[in-house]
């Protein structure tokens, strides 16, 4: 649930060890321990919000449920799984296959038609360098003007500007290679360039303050 309105394709390997009725008996038993899990996750997100609206002060973790909030909008498409022989090499070209249909559906990505121009994918591939980088620090923050600095070191990005590099953040944000929030005041000239870690941190704090507010109900 790390990346909003994913889409994911269930792969079931090893189909060579089992009969074909057995296949078709995993194949149901995954799907509904997914849509169960799934279930689960939204039953508790709810049950959490429900938690900080009628609590005393509801102000006092804004933060938290903004935060749980977002996680609730967050959905997945979960579609068919495929089950392959990974012996098999015509099942492994027929997954292959799988997954091109679908990501040329343009229901479920319909970004996919769209074309980026070349200075994207360069950008992305420095961006990708500089947090892979020894001077990177762990948590991957870094100052949106000295990114583009750094960016503007690469012989052929010495002419992007800070207009397209926001942009091109904007992009990369979306598909969840950095976060970047440019629309909190605070946050908008700091780039995130290890979403992981972030990410990780915003879990400990939640389920501090859950734990917290979960102590003082009880």
Not at 26 to 31: A, G, P, S, T
Not at 62 to 91: G, Y
Not at 157 to 179: K, M, T
Not at 180 to 206: G, R
Request: charged letters at 25%; aromatic letters at 6%.
């Amino acid at each position: 649930m790390r990346v909003p309105n994913s889409v994911v394709l269930p792969v079931g390997t090893h189909v060579d060890c089992c009969q074909e009725e057995e296949v078709e008996k995993k194949r149901h038993d995954i799907m509904a321990k997914i849509a169960a899990m799934l279930a689960e996750r939204k039953s508790n997100l709810a049950h959490f919000i429900d938690n900080l609206e009628g609590s005393e002060e509801p102000e006092f973790y804004a933060d938290q449920w903004e935060r749980l909030k977002e996680m609730e909008s967050c959905t997945l498409t979960i579609l068919n799984l495929v089950a392959v022989n990974c012996m098999d090499h015509h099942d492994i070209k027929k997954l292959e296959a799988t997954i091109l249909e679908h990501v040329k559906n343009e229901e479920l990505f319909p970004e996919v038609v769209r074309v980026l121009p070349p200075v994207y994918r360069q950008v992305e591939a420095a961006i990708v360098d500089i947090a892979q980088s020894e001077e990177m620090a762990d948590h991957g923050m870094m100052d949106l003007q000295y990114l583009l600095s750094k960016l503007s070191q690469c012989e052929h990005l010495a002419n992007l500007g800070r207009e397209l590099l926001q942009d091109i953040l904007r992009y990369l944000h979306r598909i969840g290679l950095v976060v970047w929030y440019e629309e909190i005041k605070h946050l908008e000239s700091t780039v995130f360039l290890q979403p992981a870690f972030l990410i990780t941190m915003f879990k400990l704090l939640v389920r501090y303050r859950l734990v917290q507010q979960l102590e003082s109900i009880s």
